[in-house]
T-cell receptor
Framework: DTEVTQTPKHLVMGMTNKKSLKCEQH?????MYWYKQKAKKPPELMFV???????INESVPSRFSPECPNSSLLNLHLHALQPEDSALYLC?????????????FGQGTRLTVV | QKEVEQNSGPLSVPEGAIASLNCTYS??????FFWYRQYSGKSPELIMF????GDKEDGRFTAQLNKASQYVSLLIRDSQPSDSATYLC?????????????FGTGTQLKVEL
């Protein structure tokens, strides 16, 4: 099973709403990632969790708040977003360390902020 | 200098030909290298990953890595119209106690009938 599952697939939210994106994997991977992708651009790294600890935050605004409840789950809490935050949000996972590791992506959540 | 450089294309090849996609990287600490295929509006799909110098083959795909030249490529044999997509090169390196996966800008491939 090489599946990373993201929910919801689509989300429309107002600028005053609070919502959460969810990501789940059962490959035993210990590194999980959040990426943001705008149209015709490559994925842009937001956060990395390694062994359930936040290891990388790419200077993401505090209106995005990640959470890793356990080794299989990763959440991204959204609050007071702006229209320019509309994008495809991608979750990925890989083994925690070492070079012999594949990194798989979920299907993404298409977020629209109105 | 960008961490990962790719020609944005579009690269057009006729059906049945070999498509050659190239990527250079600047970080010599990079550990693993990935090629992802991404269709418009979809998430990246892993095609190949390679971490040792040389070639790695999987079906119609061959990845080539040359660490001395900091160069990784992807060859697609017998190209099909369904191969038309954006191909993203990425590398993985340890950073801040975890791993960081960094992408190039992608090359758009068009396979023409």
């Amino acid at each position: 099973d090489t599946e990373v599952t993201q929910t919801p697939k689509h989300l429309v939210m107002g600028m005053t709403n609070k919502k959460s994106l969810k990501c789940e994997q059962h490959m035993g991977h210990r590194a999980m990632y959040w990426y943001k992708q705008k149209a015709k651009k490559p994925p842009e790294l937001m956060f990395v969790y390694s062994y359930e600890k936040l290891s990388i935050n790419e200077s993401v605004p505090s209106r995005f708040s990640p959470e890793c409840p356990n080794s299989s789950l990763l959440n991204l809490h959204l609050h007071a977003l702006q229209p320019e935050d509309s994008a495809l949000y991608l979750c990925a996972s890989s083994q925690g360390r070492g070079r012999n590791t594949e990194a798989f992506f979920g299907q993404g959540t298409r977020l629209t902020v109105v | 200098q960008k961490e990962v450089e790719q020609n944005s294309g579009p690269l057009s090849v006729p059906e049945g030909a070999i498509a050659s996609l190239n990527c250079t990287y600047s970080d010599r600490g990079s550990q693993s290298f990935f090629w992802y295929r991404q269709y418009s509006g979809k998430s990246p799909e892993l095609i190949m990953f390679i971490y040792s110098n040389g070639d790695k083959e999987d079906g119609r795909f061959t990845a080539q890595l040359n660490k001395a030249s900091q160069y990784v490529s992807l060859l697609i044999r017998d190209s099909q119209p369904s191969d038309s997509a954006t191909y993203l090169c990425a590398f993985l390196r340890g950073a801040g106690g975890g791993n960081k996966l960094t992408f190039g800008t992608g090359t758009q491939l068009k396979v023409e009938l």
